[in-house]
Every structure is written in C-alpha cells, then in structure tokens.
C-alpha cells in the first residue's frame, strides 16, 4: 500500500503509512492472518463433505458429534482471529489519525494564506478522517481476502476440475467488473470531489457574509446559487452511485447465477458417477466464499476510491511540510531590521505586487508607511512577517534572514496586527497571550497596558475572561482592533508590524496607540505601521510611500512629509480644480 521513493525528486518521499514504524511487519501479520482465517473457512465446506460422505454413509452418532465439535472449534477460531485483524486495522486507523491529524492541521492552518478557501483548506484534515474510517471498515479485509481466492479456487478444483473452471470463470468475469468500475467511476470521482468542495465554498461564504446578505435582502439570489451548485453535486453523485450501484447488482446476480450452476453442474457430475453428493454442496460453499471479496471489493469501490485519493492527497501535503532543520536557535534580535529588495507574489496567483522595496531601520526607530489604495503595503507587511514568501531578498533580524527561524520560533520576536483584525474564538487573555498555555498575566497585563486596552478590558462583563465568540464578534471593530494591537505587544516583541492599526479607533485609541508606539521604541524595538490616517505618524521618525507596487520614497518622516505636500500642491497647480458652474 505504501509508495516507497519519489524516484524524480532522489528524496524519500513521505507517506502517511510509511510515518509509521514496523508498518510491513503488521501487514504481512494482517496478510498471515486472513490467510488462516481463509483457511479456516474452507471448515463449512469440509464439514458438509464429511457429514454427507462419512457420517451419513456410516450411520455414526459418534461420528457426527466429533465432527460438529471439531467444527465448532474451527468457526470459533476463525471467528476470533477475524475480529482480531478488524481490530489491528482499527487501531492502525487510529494511530495514523493520531500521528497526521497534527500535521493535516497544519497544512490547514498555511493554505488560506496562498489562497484556498476555507473547505479547501479543512479538506486536508478529512483526508485523516477519510483513511482512518476506510481501514476501519470492511474494504481492507476485502482486499486481504482477495489474494487469497486461489485457495478456493482450487479446492473446488480438487473436488472435480469442472468445477473448478466454472468457479474460475465466474472470478474473472467479476473481476473484470471491479475494473470496468473503476473505470467507469474515476472520471467521476474528480469532478464530484470538486463539486461537493464548490459547494462547501458558497456555503463557507454565504455564512461569512450572513449579514450583508440579510441587510440587503439577496438570500433569495444566494440560495439559488447554493441550489444550483447542489444540484450540480446530487447529479455526478447519482451518476457515480448509478453505476457502482448497478455494478453491484449484476454481480449479485451473477454470484447467485454461478452458485446455483455449481450446484447443478455439481449434480450432473454425481448422476453421471463423479462426485459424491457432499462433494456437490461443499463446492457451492467454497465458490461462494471465494467470489465474496471480489463481490465485497465491488460495493466496496467508492470507499477504496476515496481512499485512495485521500492517501494520495496527505503524501502530497506531507511531502509540502518539508521541515527545513532549525538546528541552533538563533538569538532574540535586538539591533536591526534590514529589508534587502524585497520582491513579493501573491502567493494565490503569483502576480507581482511588490518590487524591489529596500530600507532599513535600526532598534528603536519606527517607520511609517503610506501611499494610496492597493498600492501594496499590506504586501510589504506581509513580506516584513514572512506570512507572504518572497520572490527575491531578503529579511533579515540582526544579519541573519527570516528563512533561518524556525516559524513558531521567529513569531515570538514579531508583533503582527493584519488590516482585518480577526480575534479567535477564546477569551480575551489567551487572545492576547497567542494562546500560549499557563501564561504569565503579568506578561498579559503588560501587553494590555502598553496597548492601552486594560481599562477597556477590565469594563468587559468578565473582564480578561471574556470569551470572545467566533471572530472576536462579542467586541466593537475599534474595540478589537485594539485588543488585537496587545496580542501583537504580547512579550515585547522586538519587531512590531501595524497594518492600519487606526482605522477603527477613536480619538482615544489613537492616543494609546500613539503611546504604544512610542513605548515599542524606548524598549528598542523596532515598529513598522501602515497608516491612512496621519495620526499614527505621529510616533514615527521614519516614512515610506508605496505607490504601485514600489516603495516609491523612504526617508526621515519630515523631509518625506514634505516632499509629499510639494508634490501635492505641484499636481494641484498643474491640474486645477474644475470651477463650480455659475
Ligand atoms: N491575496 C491576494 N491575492 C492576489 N492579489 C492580491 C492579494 N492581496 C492583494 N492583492 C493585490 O495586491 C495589490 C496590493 O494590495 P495591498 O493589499 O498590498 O494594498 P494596500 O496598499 O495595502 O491597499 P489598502 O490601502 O487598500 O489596504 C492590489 O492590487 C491587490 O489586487
Ligand atoms: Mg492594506
């Protein structure tokens, strides 16, 4: 089951199976066991053989009740060792979704940043789920049966080769329909998948959008985009159930078809003097038990398909989370912030949005940064966290790049306010302290001071233990704003990075904000702030102007101020504005 190396990239490449240590011992014992218990199943056919052929011949009690005894003891036998190898599957189920669920989050937790929508993002975690149900359920213990078929095969084959061949043919025509649905349903299988994740995308966005749509009246339009969508989905899911469905059906068929031929031609046989009457039943028996898996295989192909486009998919997204080594932990940063030509993409579609922004800003300094409307200054911030990679440059914290942390590691020494503050579903102080478990409130509290928001906070109904609700909407937008602004001064970071973190405030916020930014310096931290509004700049020495996708200027905040309003009334001399009409 496990693919072993990725031959094109010469490393090892990952799978979920292969993460699990002595995995090919437990197959082969899974292997070994249904082998006895396949073995052990063939006690039916043999049972029957010497009821008719020896028991009843002979007129012997004794006989009989030796035989049933030793029969019983077989079934029980069997009995065990099936429920023994459901429950070694169960549990590898298990131990998988223990080890990779983590990592599946993890991916979960990185993909909306390049751009996948939520269900997308959250689909890598189902995949965990997807295996762990499959090695659970019945499609295993299909598959280990199936190599097994020969045993019965040629049992039957030794009662009368006739037999035998009939039995033979029987496997191969419902083999050939395993394939045939396989090959009807795969080009099925994709575009179902993408359906049912388009339609798991709209209903993601209309409850994200739950209120726009109801102030302006458009869930009628939304529902009908959700009903077409679904609609869309029921369809290929009818068509894939249609054929798999049918499938199923002919092979049933075709198993009671063969079953009773057997019987019949097992009939033949004994009145033409060939096989002895037990012969006949034990060799329906055994074609039988040889034909179910490959039945059990057919209606069990969706969840084998499913399977194993999930087990494809979580390679892939192990063989993504290449952990490059972190060997040294590198020192806390204390000097400097150097942004070397920076080029930022859009990780989503790659498209430039940012190029060759270079400046530089040493402990204690703080840098504004303004420009127009899509002009790329979110970008610049996000290349600034590492949250965006970049295309060429670097970051570098005391000389060393960004690329050097590890991530969990670096974003304790940055401060990060994004321009559309979302807060998580938890209180106020693991809000705050980045969910960090036994924080120290003093560290909490301090946060919340030099963001200005302890007053604020202590207001609240429950004060630091205010949960929050999802996205942090039991607060105002200025009031989250802010709280957001103490979980990005959370533990002194020494590089803090506001995205219009004014945009929401009040006359009062701004002060604190002012204030904060003032306190980052005189600790020697450095802050880098986008701002709109020129409030903020008033805390700041350094300012930069990001205009179409350049950082167009970059200098101490008066010189450049002042270029701004030259240019400002320039523009205004040259184009003036249009005279009221009399
Ligand atoms: N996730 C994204 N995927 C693709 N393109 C993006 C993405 N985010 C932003 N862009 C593009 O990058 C450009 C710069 O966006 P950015 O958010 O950096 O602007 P901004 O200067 O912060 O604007 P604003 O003042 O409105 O916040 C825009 O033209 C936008 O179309
Ligand atoms: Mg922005």
């Known amino acids: 089951?496990?693919?072993?190396?990725?031959?094109?990239?010469?490393?090892?490449?990952?799978?979920p199976l292969s993460e699990i240590k002595g995995i090919r011992k437990v197959f082969l014992f899974i292997f070994l066991i249904s082998g006895v218990v396949n073995v052990l199943a063939l006690t039916g056919s043999f049972y029957m053989l010497q009821i008719y052929d020896r028991a009843l011949t002979s007129h012997s009690v004794p006989t009989l009740l030796a035989l049933s005894a030793l029969a019983i003891g077989l079934y029980l036998t069997q009995g065990l060792l099936d429920v023994s190898r459901s429950q070694i599957l169960v549990r590898l189920g298990a131990r998988l979704d223990h080890m990779l669920a983590p990592l599946a989050h993890r991916v979960t937790i990185d993909m909306p940043r390049f751009g996948f929508s939520t269900p997308e993002a959250a689909e890598r975690g189902r995949d965990v789920d997807t295996i762990r149900q499959f090695l659970g359920g019945q499609g295993p213990l299909a598959l280990f049966d199936l190599p097994w078929m020969p045993l019965y095969l040629a049992f039957v084959y030794f009662l009368h080769p006739w037999l035998g061949i009939m039995t033979f043919a029987g496997a191969l025509i419902l083999t050939t329909l395993t394939i045939l649905t396989e090959i009807l349903t795969q080009k099925h299988s994709s575009s179902l998948q993408q359906a049912a994740l388009s339609r798991s995308a709209l209903i993601d966005m209309h409850a994200r959008n739950a209120e726009v749509i109801r102030a302006m009246g458009f869930s009628g339009r939304a529902i009908a985009r959700f009903a077409k969508a679904n609609s869309e989905h029921l369809d290929l899911q009818t068509r894939t159930t249609d054929i798999t469905g049918t499938l199923s059906g002919i092979s049933k068929v075709l198993r009671m078809v063969l079953q009773s031929a057997v019987l019949g031609l097992g009939a033949y046989?004994?009145?033409?003097?060939?096989?002895?009457?037990?012969?006949?039943?034990?060799?329906?028996?055994?074609?039988?038990?040889?034909?179910?898996?490959?039945?059990?295989?057919?209606?069990?192909?969706?969840n084998v398909v499913a399977a194993r486009k999930s087990y494809a998919r979580l390679s892939?997204?192990?063989?993504?989370?290449?952990?490059t080594p972190h060997s040294v932990q590198l020192p806390r940063p204390q000097r400097s912030l150097k942004v070397e030509r920076i080029t930022v993409a859009a990780p989503s579609n790659g498209t430039v949005v940012l190029s060759d922004a270079a400046f530089e800003l040493r402990a204690g300094q703080a840098a504004g940064i303004i420009g127009p409307s899509g002009g790329g200054k979110s970008t610049l911030a996000r290349g600034l966290t590492g949250v965006w990679p970049l295309l060429r440059g670097n970051v570098r914290l005391d000389e060393a790049d960004l690329t050097q942390w590890a991530p969990d590691d670096l974003g304790q020494y940055i401060g990060y306010l994004p321009q559309e503050v979302a807060l998580l579903d938890a209180t106020v102080s693991e809000n705050i302290c980045r969910l960090e478990p036994n924080a120290d409130g003093a560290k909490i509290l301090a946060a919340a001071k030099a963001a200005g928001v302890h007053e604020l906070i202590v207001r609240l109904p429950q004060g630091y233990e205010t949960p929050l609700g999802p996205n942090g909407t039991a607060l105002s937008a200025g009031q989250r704003q802010r709280v957001a602004l103490a979980r990005a001064l959370y533990n002194d970071p020494f590089l803090?990075?506001?995205?219009?973190?004014?945009?929401?405030?009040?006359?009062?916020?701004?002060a604190a904000l002012t204030q904060a930014i003032f306190g980052v310096r005189a600790r020697n931290g450095i802050v880098v702030v986008v701002a709109?509004?020129?409030?903020?700049?008033?805390?700041?020495?350094?300012?930069?102007?990001?205009?179409?996708?350049?950082?167009?200027?970059?200098?101490?905040?008066?010189e450049i101020l002042q270029q701004q309003t030259a240019a400002a009334s320039k523009n205004v001399i040259a184009h003036p504005a249009p005279r009221p009409a009399a």
């Not at 990239?9 to 799978?15: I, Q, Y």
């Not at 060939?274 to 179910?292: F, Y």
């Not at 409030?535 to 350049?550: E, H, I, K, T």
């Open 316 to 323: 892939e997204t192990l063989t993504a989370i290449e952990d």
């Open 1 to 15: 089951m496990a693919r072993k190396i990725n031959k094109k990239s010469g490393a090892k490449r990952k799978t």
């Open 269 to 302: 046989l004994t009145i033409m003097g060939d096989l002895t009457a037990g012969s006949i039943i034990a060799a329906s028996v055994a074609a039988a038990r040889a034909l179910a898996p490959v039945d059990m295989a057919i209606s069990q192909w969706k």
């Open 532 to 558: 709109h509004r020129p409030s903020a700049l008033a805390a700041v020495d350094m300012l930069g102007v990001v205009q179409n996708g350049r950082l167009a200027a970059f200098g101490p905040r008066d």
């Open 496 to 510: 803090v990075i506001l995205d219009e973190p004014n945009s929401n405030l009040d006359a009062e916020g701004e």
